[in-house]
């Protein structure tokens, strides 16, 4: 099993993106956030195998995939919207890659609502629909009226989406609780961070940066 000894950090060249950091944002901290010492048992138990284990989470791509990126999001932060069109490439030009979205909100009561409508969206197949219209919005999220007018406009039947939002109440919440403790576990920063095949890499990058390093990890080749 992997822990967070043996998940690294790599940079491939210039990386032109980078994590967005709530508090260097002028944005709280996020809510309840564990402590070191609550989480510390968790930073030795969390590994890849752990992250693709939750079958609430969900994915984009490949059924059957080689490569699995694990994406830690906030709907809210400006470098995973940067990210969202290099993930839509890289899902168009390569048919065995999946990426498994990990919805972190951290910075604050729009972004949980924006993440909390997205997993219910999934109930009715939309989830994909409402994640590329919350990255796409040309402006933040500052409101659930703007929640709802961007799940609205990506196709979705709202009645059925308040249904799953009350019914499914505690499972999406659930997720919500997972993602933010295995973040906390992976002691990671801020976002976007992505987990590729176990090997951590914190922050966003190009198309052909995120290509090579997949055809390193494709190879063999360790990312030390």
């Known amino acids: 099993m992997l822990n967070t000894h043996h998940i690294f950090a790599t940079v491939v060249g210039a990386m ?9 944002a002028g944005n709280p ?12 048992a968790l930073i030795t138990s969390v590994g890849f195998a752990d992250l693709l284990r939750d079958p609430a989470a969900p994915f984009i791509g490949a059924e059957k995939a080689d490569v699995t990126i694990i994406g830690f ?15 839509a490439a ?25 993440a909390r409508t997205a997993l219910a969206a999934a109930y009715q197949g939309k ?12 402006d933040r999220i500052a409101s659930e009226d703007d929640v709802r007018a961007l799940a609205e406009s990506a196709g979705v039947d709202m009645a059925r989406l308040e249904r799953d939002l009350q019914t499914h109440r505690a499972d999406i919440d659930g997720v ?23 090997n951590l890499i914190p922050g966003g990058m190009p198309l052909a940066e995120l290509q090579a390093v997949i055809a390193r990890i494709r190879a ?5």
């Open 29 to 40: 901290p996020p809510e309840s956030t564990p402590s070191a010492a609550q989480d510390g």
């Open 16 to 24: 032109a993106l980078a994590a967005c950091n709530p508090a260097g």
């Open 73 to 87: 999001m906030d709907y809210n932060c400006p470098y995973c919207r940067q990210m969202n069109p290099e993930l």
């Open 176 to 198: 919500l609780d997972r993602n933010k403790r295995e973040a906390s576990a992976l002691a990671l920063q801020g976002t976007p961070a992505f987990i590729i095949n176990g």
């Open 127 to 138: 989830y994909e629909a409402v994640h590329n219209a919350f990255m796409r919005s040309a």
């Open 90 to 114: 890289l899902l168009e030009a390569d048919s065995k890659v999946r990426i498994l979205y990990k919805d972190w909100p951290i910075f604050g009561a729009p972004s949980t609502a924006a």
């Open 220 to 224: 063999g080749d360790p990312l030390r």
